[in-house]
């Protein structure tokens, strides 16, 4: 009997890129999507794909991964942008080292499909980002990804409270304090479907960077 595996997929606006996402996921992965203040037909959408929804009023990317993992029932999850970027082919190659025992946490490492997939300003951003995180954890990460796989009761037990775009190195952060084994994989990014609310918008950007650097300087600290 195939193991259920649970999608948490936050997302803010992203009606277009729903249908695709969804239909593309593989027999033993359950979608999850949190609806964190969408003004398009995104929850419709989902549901009519037959996922799973889930209401996260409190805007952030960490509340609507929160609130996804809590609702969530399986033993492993999977947590992933709803935009298109990933496609969940990518998943059994995430989980592969959770199942065989050699990692408690494992983090896509994006590889362009195309130049335009992942802006420049985003990737010199996420260099600079990475590097801090390694100097401050030892860990050979080279991206902080927009998709993970873990076992979800011990991830809630991290305690994680980051509710903004410091949740993902929050994340690792505490993993490492915890002693977890942390890999990374190659996954394919493609373009995104619709407007980026990160890279999108000059407001977006900077709240993830701001965020991002607040959690590593706690670390630091």
């Known amino acids: 009997m195939t193991v259920p595996i649970d999608v948490v997929l936050p997302c803010l ?39 799973r929804v889930v209401t996260e009023s409190r805007r952030g990317y960490g509340a609507a991964v929160h609130a996804g993992l ?10 992933c942008d709803a935009d298109g970027s990933i496609h969940p082919a990518a998943f059994d190659a995430l989980v592969a080292p959770l199942d065989d ?41 080279y991206d902080l990804g927009p998709v993970r796989a873990a076992r979800r009761l011990p991830l809630l037990g991290l305690g994680v409270d980051d509710r903004r775009s ?22 394919l990014y493609h373009p995104r479907i619709g407007r980026s609310k990160v890279t999108g918008s000059l407001r977006g950007y900077v709240t993830a960077v701001r965020d991002t650097r607040r959690r590593l300087a706690e670390a630091g600290r």
């Open 13 to 51: 606006n992203e009606a277009d890129a729903l249908p695709a996402l969804l239909a593309a996921l593989p027999p033993r992965y359950r979608a999850i999507v949190v609806d964190n203040g969408s003004t398009d037909a995104s929850a419709e959408v989902a549901r009519r794909a037959g996922a």
């Open 166 to 187: 410091g949740y993902p190195v929050e994340v690792v952060l505490r993993a490492h304090r915890s002693g977890w084994r942390v890999a990374q994989v190659d996954v």
């Open 101 to 141: 025992g050699t990692a408690d946490l494992v983090i896509g490492r994006r590889r362009p499909t195309v130049r335009a997939a992942w802006p420049l300003p985003a990737r010199a951003a996420n260099v600079v980002l990475a590097r801090m995180l390694r100097s401050r954890t030892g860990l050979p990460l």
């Open 70 to 79: 809590s609702a969530a029932t399986s033993d492993t999850v999977v947590v």
